[in-house]
T-cell receptor, first 114, second 119 residues
């Protein structure tokens, strides 16, 4: 079985400061890793994903995440946040069980302060 | 980008009644859709995998007779909560998988969710 842990339920940070949202997972099989973002009153949107290859993956809006197999982590980082980054961020793993299914973490609410 | 809609966005019903929630992929065909349930401050819990033209696959602990899923076309899946009770009150989210390989390369696109309140 797989599980995902997002230890921080809420992260407040000032605008233009760096931020790291933590994600750890456990699995006995190979997994694929995702970060989704949910803005208020909207559906989850894919932010970035790690399937294979380079362990550092980037999104178009400045976020990046690094897959660390030894630490079973996939932390999300941004060097300088904007007010518009305020949202709920979900980490997910995908593993095969008949079909590829997602297991989600509990989410981290990022609140960017002016 | 790919768009998935849900209807209604919120619904209030009396205990004992049934409620149907629709999930539509607006600009792509989805052979597989997923239904999730989310409690406040908790993660999305996968309830079932819905495959077009076949029976849904339910996760352990999910009552298939209570949560009826119908995936009648490549763009529409419905979740019917039958004989709803207050403990069924929750946020229900669907997703549609775009791609045909059924693999990790396929991305899931999520609907905005439906908040169900059972009185």
């Amino acid at each position: 079985a797989q599980s995902v842990t997002q230890l921080d339920s809420q992260v407040p940070v000032f605008e233009e400061a760096p931020v790291e949202l933590r994600c750890n997972y456990s699995s006995s099989v190979s997994v694929y890793l995702f970060w989704y973002v949910q803005y208020p009153n909207q559906g989850l949107q894919l932010l970035l994903k790690y399937l294979s290859g380079s362990t550092l993956v980037e999104s178009i809006n400045g976020f990046e995440a690094e897959f660390n197999k030894s630490q079973t982590s996939f932390h999300l980082r941004k060097p300088s946040v904007h007010i518009s980054d305020t949202a709920e961020y979900f980490c997910a793993v995908s593993a095969f069980s008949g079909t590829y299914k997602y297991i989600f973490g509990t989410g981290t609410r990022l609140k960017v302060l002016a | 980008g790919a768009v998935v809609s849900q209807h209604p966005s919120w619904v209030i019903c009396k205990s004992g009644t049934s409620v149907k929630i629709e999930c539509r992929s607006l600009d792509f065909q989805a052979t597989t859709m997923f239904w999730y349930r989310q409690f406040p401050k908790q993660s999305l819990m996968l309830m079932a995998t819905s495959n077009e033209g076949s029976k849904a696959t339910y996760e352990q602990g999910v009552e298939k007779d209570k949560f009826l899923i119908n995936h009648a076309s490549l763009t529409l899946s419905t979740l019917t909560v039958t004989s709803a009770h207050p403990e069924d009150s929750s946020f229900y989210i669907c997703s549609a998988r775009r791609g045909t390989s059924g693999g990790a390369m396929d991305t899931q696109y999520f609907g905005p969710g439906t908040r169900l309140t059972v009185l």
